[in-house]
């Protein structure tokens, strides 16, 4: 919704592409340290077993 209306302007695709990725890259950052949190969390430790 919100990019429609910044394309709209004069992003060219391109360019939202890379703030598309960039954005998609730091989710997928954000679920690796998470990931990585919950596996060394004490109290998931015993509890989850994958």
């Known amino acids: 919704m919100l990019q429609r209306h910044v ?27 998470l990931n990585v949190y919950e596996r ?3 109290w998931k430790t015993s509890s989850s077993s994958e």
């Not at 703030?19 to 998609?24: D, E, R, V």
């Open 40 to 42: 060394r969390a004490p």
């Open 7 to 33: 394309t709209a302007q004069t992003d060219p695709p391109l360019a939202q592409n890379v703030h598309t990725i960039s954005i998609f890259s730091h989710g997928v950052h954000s679920n690796i340290l």
